[in-house]
Structures are given as C-alpha cells and as structure tokens.
C-alpha cells in the first residue's frame, strides 16, 4: 500500500496569511501514460463530507477559490491558501489514487 | 448534481451483520467505480472498499477482508456494502463515494457497534 503523510497535523494562521500543507507519498503517483499525478486534495468542515479541492494534483475542482492552489509531483505535493478566509477553517486531507486508494492523515487549519 | 445517498446505518451488537445501501442519482452511475470510505468519531478518513463499473473487480481494505462485500446494482443505480462479523472498531460514518479517486461523497450513514 502507498502510504500519505501530511505535515504538519494542525496549523493557526492569521487571516489573509498564507497557509502551506505538504503531503508525502511512500512512491511516485506520477503515470508516464498521461503525464499525471494522480493525487487529490479534500477539504472536509464539519459535520460535512469531504469536498474535492484538487485532482491530479493541480486541477482545480468546480467552486474552488483561486486563493486555492495544488502544486508538486512524483512523491511530494503542497495544498496552499494564499489568503487565508475564515470560511478555510478545515480539516485538509492528500488522497493517491495511483493505486487502491489510501489518504493521509489531515491537516486541521485554524485561525491565530 | 451527482447525489449520492446512503442508508441502512444502525446500532449493532459485536458479531452482528448490516447492509448498507447507496442510491447514485444525477449521472449514470454504470460507468464508473463505486464504492465506501468510512470515518471513525473524530478521526481522519478510511478507504474501505471499491467495486468496478461492471462489478467485475472489487477491492477491500485488509481489515475488512473476508467480513464485508461489496456489491452493486447498475439497473438500480445502487451500490451495497454487506458487513459481517461486526467489531467495536467498525464503528463509524459511511460515505459513499463514485469514481475511483472518490470524486463525489454523500452525507454518510453512521454504523455503531456496541453491545
């Protein structure tokens, strides 16, 4: 099994501050055969399923703020919020899907 | 809209059995992987199951090896998770998810186990 690890567990920033969350495959979820990642980023508020942010690692999913980005490839990959809104306050998780499905652990985001 | 709806969640001793269903209704759901994702109260996400469009594959997490089967009914646009031999640590909400990346979720249906 590919194994996802996030970092760090929980941060509080300011609003309108940067936020940065790294996530860290065991293997490369990148495909030669269509020059993917494949890798996904949900946002989940509470009391809520999980919401697609990001496929293939950087595709913006429909709805999703352009202070929103998805970036990396192979085995490391970063979700940020350029500004963050108090609207943001989540738990973030990394999801591959390059093989049976398996997430991270999730990244609590919180307002200091 | 993609909706997806689950039901069948209910408080069961351990040992017991359950069978969740899933109604897909928005999108032909024929063409595409279906499957569970389960979270435990307060913790983070837990893949479970997939089956493929034609049911042909099915995948399972190792913990539910042997105990859950997954099944689908495209006539219907459903999708089933038969548990068995239920334990204190199946406890959880079930989602249900379409496509194999687990594209879209639905609200989920809470499965207690407990005597």
Do not use: H
């Amino acid at each position: 099994d590919i194994v996802m690890t996030q970092s760090p567990d929980s941060l509080a920033v300011s609003l309108g501050e940067r936020a940065t969350i790294n996530c860290k495959s065991s293997q490369s979820l990148f495909s030669s055969s269509n020059n993917k990642n494949f890798l996904t980023w949900f946002q989940q508020k509470p009391g809520q399923p999980p919401k697609a942010l990001f496929y293939w690692a950087s595709t913006r999913g429909s709805g999703v703020p352009d202070r929103f980005s998805g970036s990396g490839s192979g085995t490391d990959f970063t979700l940020t919020i350029s500004s963050l809104q108090a609207e943001d306050v989540a738990l973030y998780y990394c999801q591959q899907y390059y093989s049976i499905p398996t997430f991270g652990q999730g990244t609590k985001v919180e307002i200091k | 809209e993609v909706q997806l709806v689950e039901s069948g969640g209910a408080l069961v001793q351990p040992g017991g059995s359950l069978r969740l269903s899933c109604a897909v209704s928005g999108v032909p759901s024929s063409d595409t992987w279906l499957g569970w994702v389960r979270q435990a109260p307060g913790k983070g996400l837990e893949w479970v199951a997939n089956i493929k469009s034609d049911g042909s594959e099915k995948n399972y997490v190792d913990s539910v090896k042997g105990r859950f089967t997954i099944s689908r009914d495209n006539a219907n646009d459903s999708v089933y998770l038969q548990m068995k031999s239920l334990r204190v640590e199946d406890t959880a909400l079930y989602y249900c998810t379409r496509g194999w990346g687990n594209d879209w979720w639905g609200q989920g249906t809470l499965v207690t186990v407990s005597s």
